[in-house]
């Protein structure tokens, strides 16, 4: 233990990297399991709500679509059968190549809509707008391609009616009281402007005409870990972030948001890699720049399940993408940074966002590299070498296991004890590579970010269990 | 090495923690099925009876837990009304779960104090009035709330007065909970305390408050929305009047808000104008087709589509006749709505 | 949960051997639902979801009468509706429809696709039995 006092200042800025993210990362934990335990002391009481009236607040469910034909018709059928008073789904059919359009045409009896059309925020042109026959509150939009699933929702704001809409994912998974659960913020405080939800992973689970009906682990190791990654990054991330309003990405995957409020700041980004987290990081920005109270809210259920890739290659797509939207978002939004008005968004979790996740995994690599050099050539002890890489590593499962602890304290999603004690070994065991890879796979991205270059796609290879039906 | 071996040794701590928590909820959840197999059946059938003496069926309950069989009590109960016809009320009685509610009212923990409310409230319990009514000003949303459901439960002609003035000002009550508590007063005790909360309000309250006329007795509150929609002029209000109108209000007024200066309310105007179906109220109604606003000439044309004495064939002529394109779009959108193209 | 009936030979039960289906998601109300029809003597075949009350209606021979929820996952009530006015043999059977939905827009359009009769949640299970056994009477005279 006296080598830690012998530190040069290189180490200490290593050491102290990690100290300063695993406490951070620990407060959000503690800030997590208290809203968690508030929330579900209430759930009980209000979960089983099945009465309806005209006070519930009518959404309008967008789903933007590029050529989706394999799943489309499943994934509408699915938002027309979700437990909600009032709702109209909007599919925007953003140009696609396949056959998609003529799939939504003949299942759901489409005919075309002589809709009024007006252009509140930015999107490419829109050929025809069409009807349900067998669904009154069906729409769908046929548009030009607009080149991003921004353009496409915006499209879908563009016609929809209603005060709140929900953004979804053509892909995504829902279960019946989504929607409900996801509303919720928007009745217990008139200040909420958007909520997301918890994302889970679809991989494993049994999906009968898209919605969920048995959850089980996945097979496949990476979409085990990302299953790890999931809980750590919704639990107790957004959960943890929620509780200072201060979450900075709503989900793509699923997000409701007030209509005039996305309005208001001029709807989704076209050209944005990330628009999620644009369209947030916009809103509070917009909100407490006019100084008006607001609320970016989160609910803690699993509401929305998505399919993880389970090869490196689209993972690894899948990653840089991330790490350069994150980049573009916080870069676009720099004058939130340490605004006076910007509160705990611009004072702490942008820039925790700066350093730890944008440019931690640089500072995280280096610190690996310097210590096995410095110790190889004898600037430090082999013992101090031990003890940082001790503390990276396993501080690191430290913390996916307390997320697997606040999962057990809430939901226990995962029905079987095997289930629980399989992720407690992934827990362990990602962090020893596979931690390493995502680092390498980050920088990629960071770099490509500070470079200027769009990062490409990942074609997402569909697992079986969700093809069925 | 230290560090490493702490760390390793916390994990285990955790899962060992997990490991417990999985074995509880295993435990909770099986005894609950084993409670629910029992106490079900006595449940369903009691609310078949004006009276129940299966004495030996609530023997073989009485081994579990007060508090669990309480809260299956209220379970079953946010199922069924109707109490005076049969004898589910009476097993609460004969179980003695009125103590119980009582004593979890005082707890500290938010679970126990929100079963006590929902249970106090089932149970008609007048004794706990005052502390009830104590919680109204809880700091906690959802205890305040659910503490206004049980008194409109217990003894709606006190409650409703008190809860009413309240409703405005605690925004944080989901609105279609404050609409069910109104509900489960009924009509004949809400409508006076709303009416006098509305005049006695400001113009932002009011408006909000209107949102709830459903849960009101109509006839009455339209005398009071006429009187606001003259004498008022916060749009916000006006708009909320315009569309809680039940019955009819004097034409004059609707003309008058018809071109009122901000769009929701011309919106709400052309809305109320189609309700009323009327021959004379077209004339207001098609220069609203060609309102600046979308909204105003969505609701015009959905109101004119509406009229009772325009049939398909009228309405396709009308389209066709309009000279301004943003009204002929607006038209041809109602007309494809209702199924009329 | 498997409930034990007792039969109240002092209640007036139906016909023997009427049927019903039930469907609806909240599994609490299928199981009330199942035993108040079962101790009236009624065969009870219940679905927690549109699908498998779909397969059921396209598969069976018709029941006596159908209680049922609007909103559920899969196939949504009113299409069960639509499916059983449509079908060939289920056409005539009564259906009362149990739904958390109030207002007058939903009740009214669960009457124009074909419902017979609407009640809301919660609802008092002595009138549920009595709106039941009038719409078997009225089906009877028919």
Not at chain 1, 152 to 171: E, Q, S, T, W, Y
Request: glycine share 6%; charged share 25%.
């Amino acid at each position: 233990m006296t080598a830690i006092l012998q530190l040069g200042a290189i180490e200490w800025v290593f050491f102290a990297y990690f100290i300063v993210i695993y406490f951070v990362y620990g407060m959000l934990n503690v800030f997590a399991v208290f809203r968690i335990r508030r929330y579900l002391e209430i759930n009980e009481f209000t979960a089983s709500e099945n009465v309806f009236s005209s006070l519930d607040i009518p959404v309008s469910v967008i789903i933007p679509a590029y050529n989706e034909e394999a799943s489309i018709v499943t994934s509408v059928r699915a938002m027309l059968q979700v437990e909600y008073p009032d709702y109209e789904v909007i599919v925007v059919n953003d140009g696609s190549t396949d056959e998609t359009l003529q799939k939504l045409v003949s299942e759901f009896m489409l005919q075309p809509f002589p809709e009024a059309y007006r252009k509140r925020v930015p999107c490419a042109a829109v050929r025809k707008i069409y009807q349900s026959a067998r669904f009154s509150n069906l729409r769908v939009i046929d548009k030009e391609n607009g080149g991003s699933k921004a353009d496409a929702m915006n499209a879908g704001i563009n016609v929809c009616r209603f005060p709140l809409f929900c953004a979804v994912d053509a892909d995504s998974i829902l279960q019946s009281d989504s929607l409900r659960r996801a509303v919720r913020p928007f009745l217990e405080d008139p200040d909420t402007i958007a909520t997301g939800g918890t994302v889970r992973i679809a991989n494993g689970c049994t999906v009968r005409g898209g919605f969920l009906e048995s959850v089980a682990l996945p097979t496949n190791f990476l979409a085990l870990v990302q299953v790890v990654e999931y809980l750590r990054a919704f639990l107790y991330g957004r959960m943890g972030w929620a509780e200072l309003n201060a979450v900075l990405i709503i989900s793509g995957a699923f997000g409701v948001f007030d209509k005039e409020a996305v309005v208001e700041v001029g709807g989704y980004h076209t050209t944005a890699i990330g628009e999620d987290m644009e369209l947030t990081l916009r809103l509070h920005r917009h909100f407490s720049e006019s100084g008006r109270d607001y609320n970016i809210s989160f609910v803690p259920d699993p509401i929305c399940w998505t399919d993880a890739p389970e090869d490196l290659a689209t993972l690894e797509k899948q990653r840089i993408r991330w790490q350069h939207g994150l980049g573009q978002s916080l870069s676009m939004h720099k004058d939130l940074f340490f605004n006076w008005r910007s509160g705990p968004v611009g004072w702490l979790a942008m820039p925790f966002f700066l350093i730890f996740e944008l440019f931690g995994p640089l500072v995280e690599l280096a610190g690996y590299v310097y210590m096995l050099v410095a110790a190889f050539n004898g600037w430090i002890s082999w013992d101090v070498a031990g003890i940082f890489f001790g503390l990276a590593i396993g501080l690191g499962m430290l913390l996916s296991t307390g997320a697997l602890v606040l999962e057990e304290m809430s939901f226990h999603v995962y029905p079987r004890v095997k289930d629980l004690l399989k992720l407690f070994l992934v827990a362990v065991l990602e962090n020893f590579g596979y931690r390493q890879l995502t680092l390498i796979w980050r920088i990629k991205g960071l770099i490509g970010w500070l470079r200027g270059k769009v990062p490409e796609w990942g074609d997402m290879k569909r697992s079986a269990s969700l093809t069925s039906e | 090495m230290i560090a490493a071996a702490v760390t390793v040794a916390l994990t285990l701590v955790l899962l060992a923690y997990s490991l417990g928590l999985r074995i509880a909820h295993i435990l909770h959840a099986r005894d609950l099925e084993r409670l629910r197999a029992r106490c079900w059946p006595i449940f369903a059938e009691a609310t078949m009876h004006k009276t129940c003496d299966s004495q030996s069926d609530l023997r073989t309950l009485r081994h579990f837990s007060r508090i669990k069989l309480l809260r299956e009590w209220c379970r079953f109960r946010a199922l069924i009304r109707g109490e005076k016809g049969h004898a589910f009320k009476q097993l609460a009685d004969d179980l003695a779960l009125l103590p119980v509610a009582r004593r979890l009212l005082r707890r500290r923990s938010t679970g126990r104090k929100l079963l006590a409310l929902q249970a106090l409230g089932f149970l008609r319990d007048r004794e706990s009035l005052q502390s009830i009514e104590q919680l109204l000003r809880h700091p906690s949303v959802s205890i305040s709330i659910t503490a206004a459901t049980a008194l409109a439960h217990i003894d709606p002609k006190r409650a409703i007065p008190l809860i009413v003035p309240m409703i405005a000002k605690h925004r944080s009550w989901p609105r279609n909970q404050v609409g069910r508590i109104l509900n489960i007063a009924g009509p004949a005790i809400v409508t006076g305390p709303l009416c006098d909360a509305i005049e006695s309000s400001d113009p932002e309250e009011a408006a909000y408050l209107l949102q709830f006329y459903e849960s009101a007795a109509l006839i009455d509150m339209d005398s009071l929305i006429a009187k606001l929609l003259v004498s008022e002029s916060d749009p916000r209000l006006l708009a909320a009047g315009l569309k809680s109108v039940r019955g009819h209000i004097p034409e004059v007024i609707i003309k008058r808000l018809a071109q009122h200066k901000v769009w929701y309310v011309r919106m709400q105007a052309a809305r109320l104008l189609g309700r009323f179906g009327r021959r004379e109220d077209y004339q207001i109604l098609e220069p609203l087709l060609s309102d600046r606003e979308w909204w105003v000439r969505y609701r015009a044309a959905q109101a004119i589509t509406g009229l009772p004495f325009l049939g398909p064939n009228a309405l396709r002529k009308l389209c066709d006749r309009q000279k301004d394109r943003f009204a002929q779009d607006m038209l041809r959108q109602a007309l494809a709505e209702a199924r009329l193209i | 949960m498997t409930p034990t009936v007792n039969l109240d030979l002092t209640m007036p039960a139906f016909e023997p051997l009427a049927t019903a289906l039930v469907v609806d998601d909240d599994e609490d109300i299928v199981y009330l639902l199942r035993h108040l029809l079962l101790r009236d003597g009624f065969i009870v075949h219940t679905a927690t979801n549109g699908r498998d009350a779909r397969d059921f209606i396209a598969n069976s021979k018709p029941t006596d009468i159908v209680i049922m929820d609007l909103m559920m996952p899969y196939v949504s009530g009113a299409e069960l509706i639509t499916q059983i006015r449509e079908s060939r043999d289920w056409k005539d059977v009564p259906v009362v429809v149990l739904s958390g939905k109030v207002t007058e827009r939903d009740v009214v359009h669960a009457f124009e696709i074909g419902a017979n009769d609407y009640v809301t949640k919660p609802y008092n299970p002595q009138e549920l039995r009595a709106r039941i056994k009038r719409q078997l009477a009225l089906q009877r005279r028919a």
